[in-house]
């Protein structure tokens, strides 16, 4: 079946534009995460939705960042008045349920880049 | 503070040359430990999880085993196919992996 899909695949934008990053889950999957890889850093949460509860910001690194999940599935991560910092590969993945030690299935990632 | 610590950072290997890779971790509740392949400019790619002590996965020239500090990716007899970076990631808080920075392993023919 398919998998995680992402849109952009990649992203250029200049400093202080806003930008958004698409996320579409497996079918099924009620949890969605974020995550974000800066070159020489390891995956860094951001994120992460389960089902009709308030979503986990806790990674969110400042309040330009922000994400909803409408429906239950389709996700979108903002970057508001993006920064040259910002620019990382930006991924998704998601899980049959969230609590459970489940399995993340990771997208392709967004590369983002910030001139 | 919750930390994962992957050794070596990057290793390379003749074709043939068995090897293992190194997790370690501390993390006040482990839930499971997660291995991923990382291709260049692709997502991680779901290997294994592993949830308590003792436990072992296989799957074709790869073995993962855990403990209570540390896990242990075994690559037995490698094909340059099996070139990538190597991801360990730890769930102690229902969702949230933990990633360690990954090892880039390079086979040669």
């Known amino acids: 079946g398919a998998g995680v899909s992402q849109s952009p695949s990649n992203k250029v934008t200049e400093k202080g534009k806003d930008v958004e990053l698409r996320c579409d889950p497996i079918?099924?999957?009620?949890?969605l995460y974020w995550y974000r890889q800066s070159l020489g850093q390891g995956l860094e949460f951001l994120i992460y939705f389960q089902g009709n509860s308030a979503p986990d910001k806790s990674g969110l690194p400042s309040d330009r960042f922000s994400a909803e999940r409408t429906g239950g599935s389709v996700s979108t991560l903002t970057i508001q008045r993006t920064q040259q910092e910002d620019s990382a590969v930006y991924l998704c993945a998601s899980s049959l349920a969230a609590g459970l030690t489940d399995t993340q299935y990771f997208g392709p990632g967004t590369r983002l880049t910030v001139l | 503070e919750d930390q994962v610590t992957q050794s070596p950072e990057a290793l390379r290997l003749q074709e043939g040359e068995s090897s293992s890779l190194n997790c370690s971790y501390t993390?006040?509740?482990?839930?499971?430990l997660f291995w991923y392949r990382q291709d260049p400019g692709k997502g991680p790619e779901f290997l294994f999880t592993l949830y308590s002590a003792g436990e072992e996965k296989e799957k074709e020239r790869l073995k993962a085993t855990l403990t209570k500090k540390e896990s242990f990716l075994h690559i037995t007899a490698p094909k340059p196919e099996d070139s990538a970076t190597y991801l360990c990631?730890?769930?102690?808080?229902?969702?949230?992996?933990?990633f360690g920075q990954g090892t880039e392993l390079s086979v040669k023919p």
């Open positions: 079918s099924g999957h009620t949890a």
């Open positions: 993390v006040s509740g482990l839930r499971g």
């Open positions: 990631a730890v769930d102690n808080q229902g969702g949230k992996l933990i």
